[in-house]
């Protein structure tokens, strides 16, 4: 066996000729960004894979975060939680809006119901939620709390690509919701995103808004930015599309050898089943229990130094992070959210990942908690 390093991730690629075909056009057309036919293809075969009707791209996931924001002209606060990547928060506080901090379900590590109405105010205008590692929120909770008390809905769906409740699309929850394509993600455009969204007028301010607020009849009416996605993106998201689905039946034969496994550690707890929830296999969490023999960190060094990557994600919270320290609350005030933290070690996982390194990774986690317990 060899002992090659193991990154916590890699990039999906479609097979090369496929990629040159789909971009060869484009030497014909001379047409690279701005709403070209890759991007309208690309639209059109992304509502369809989700099944909704409105999809809209973006440069990136962040930019189609800010740029939701913008579009629906939010003032206030907004609940969300800390437990997730950086950009949730920062588009938030970037826009204006200041972050209340709720905390998160010790199950599914997504926002806990309870948690949200109790932070509302009557300055908060919308929900920001995040689909963590795939696994879906408690959707038809969040949406009863908004309709109660007249909010928006924007689920944070970057890691959520391909997941589906009763056979709908998470892209379908809420009044929009946002994907990242960026490389590591289940999905990629290399880098790319999305918003798919409820009220079709959204689209034309989303439109404006990224591409310098210029409207399509030429009149400039927002202070806009620039998100468009470009044709090579487009391209490699129509090659990507058609393979994504054995990609993630690919990713489910990584998590079930793990899930076997690493099953006789009780200590260490992994993500469980959603019910009527067909999962991405995005991340491979586990969080490391008291009684395990190491502490997560402890984990996290053994593990590198056997030259494999795991994650610390999300590690700190974002209400923890320097620029937002003692500005919007305290970890403490999200106290599930801030233990999940400490002990979560989130596993390599990506299509291609060979079951002997499952092996390989599951024996070191083994060996060392039976070497100290
Ligand atoms: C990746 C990610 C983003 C940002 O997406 P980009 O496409 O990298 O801009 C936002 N939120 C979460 C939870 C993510 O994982």
Request: charge should be negative; charged fraction near 25%; proline fraction near 5%.
């Amino acid at each position: 066996m060899d002992n090659k390093p193991i990154l916590v991730t890699r990039s999906s690629m479609p097979p090369l000729g496929e990629y040159m075909d789909e971009i060869s056009d484009l030497w014909e057309s001379h047409w690279l960004t701005n709403r070209g036919v890759k991007h309208g293809e690309l639209e059109s075969a992304l509502a369809g894979y989700f099944g909704c009707d409105n999809v809209s791209l973006f440069t990136n996931g962040h930019a189609a975060l800010e740029c939701v924001i913008e579009s629906m002209g939010l003032e206030g606060e907004v609940v969300t939680t800390p437990f997730t990547f950086a950009s949730t928060t920062h588009a938030l506080v970037r826009k204006g809006l200041v972050p209340v901090f709720a905390d998160i379900d010790p199950n599914d590590y997504t926002l806990d119901p309870a948690s949200i109405e109790a932070a509302i105010t009557d300055r908060t205008c919308a929900i920001v939620p995040v689909h963590v590692y795939g696994s879906l929120c408690d959707v038809e909770a969040i949406q009863e709390i908004a309709d109660r008390h007249g909010l928006k809905v924007i689920y944070d769906a970057a890691h959520a690509f391909g997941v589906t409740r009763d056979g709908i699309s998470a892209a379908c929850f809420g009044d929009a919701s946002m994907f990242s394509f960026h490389a590591t993600k289940v999905f990629n455009t290399i880098e790319g995103g999305a918003v798919a969204f409820r009220d079709r007028s959204l689209g034309d301010a989303m439109n404006a808004w990224k591409n310098f607020g210029i409207s399509s009849d030429g009149r400039v009416l927002y202070s806009g930015g620039n998100g468009k996605m470009n044709e090579f993106c487009a391209a490699m998201g129509l090659c990507n599309l058609r393979h994504v689905d054995g990609e993630i039946e690919k990713r489910s034969r990584v998590a079930a050898r793990y899930d076997e496994l690493l099953a006789p550690l009780s200590s260490l707890r992994r993500l469980r089943p959603q019910a009527g929830v067909e999962p991405n296999y995005a991340y491979y969490p586990i969080v490391v229990g008291d009684d395990f023999p190491l502490s997560r960190d402890e984990l996290s060094s053994s593990l590198k130094n056997e030259g494999i990557c795991a994650r610390k994600y999300f590690y700190p919270l974002t209400s923890d992070f320097e620029c937002y320290r003692g500005r919007f609350g305290s970890p403490e005030d999200t106290p599930i959210a801030e233990d999940i933290s400490r002990r979560v070690l989130t596993l390599p996982i990506y299509a291609d990942l060979r079951l002997e390194d499952v092996d390989r990774i599951c024996g070191i986690i083994l060996t060392a908690a039976r070497e100290r317990g």
